[in-house]
């Protein structure tokens, strides 16, 4: 499965992009957040000559294989939680994803809002109370270091549950995920293993100062 490329933007429009890796071009389909961003980024990189990095998923069908990227490991991990929810397929989930920021869709998860989801569309009240009764749970821990090695070796359970809380207030308090996620990553380095939440917290706004 394909979880991360980067590579060269050939071609771009807010439902998908070309991205040429290393000679072999490949259709991505995009969130209009994600095609924001790497526009954005993409305008920097053609002028230092850089790449631009998607986070992707692979969705096998019995009759397709679809890649769909996501310029922050946040939205990658939010639109697997949506395609969880039965009933639930990727066209749906990137339809909430284009109808609220993700931090709008966190917080009606977690406080079951049923009337935010519902008004987006492609997704009814029925669909909307089914999300809530299946991700208020999970919405709380988005899994922004899978596979990251971050000190000694692969970030377990704990450690995980530790830098995504770290993440999520840095979030709250107006930092962008991406950025959050570099800043908690050099923090908890900095601070040790037996860091507290406090301590990333405190290391983390250093390192954003």
Known sequence: MIGYLKGRIIKIDPVGVLLDVNGVGYEVKI??????GISRSSHQNRASGGDVELYVC???REDDISLY???TLQEKNLFKLLVS?????????ISVLNGVTPAVLLSALKTGNA???SSIHGVGQKTAERMIVELKGKAGKID????????????????QNLLTDAVNA?????????SAVKAVESAYRKAGA???????LRESLKEKK
Not at 194 to 200: F, G, H, K, P, Q
């Open 31 to 36: 969130t209009l957040g994600t095609y924001e």
């Open 58 to 60: 692979t969705v096998v």
């Open 69 to 71: 990227g996501f310029s």
């Open 85 to 93: 929810v039965s009933g639930i397929g990727p066209k749906v989930a």
């Open 115 to 117: 009337s935010v989801l």
């Open 144 to 159: 922004y270091f899978e596979n990251r090695n971050i000190g000694k070796g692969p970030v377990d359970s704990a450690e």
């Open 170 to 178: 840095m979030i709250s308090l107006g930092f962008e995920s991406k």
């Open 194 to 200: 037996d860091a507290t939440l406090e301590d990333i």
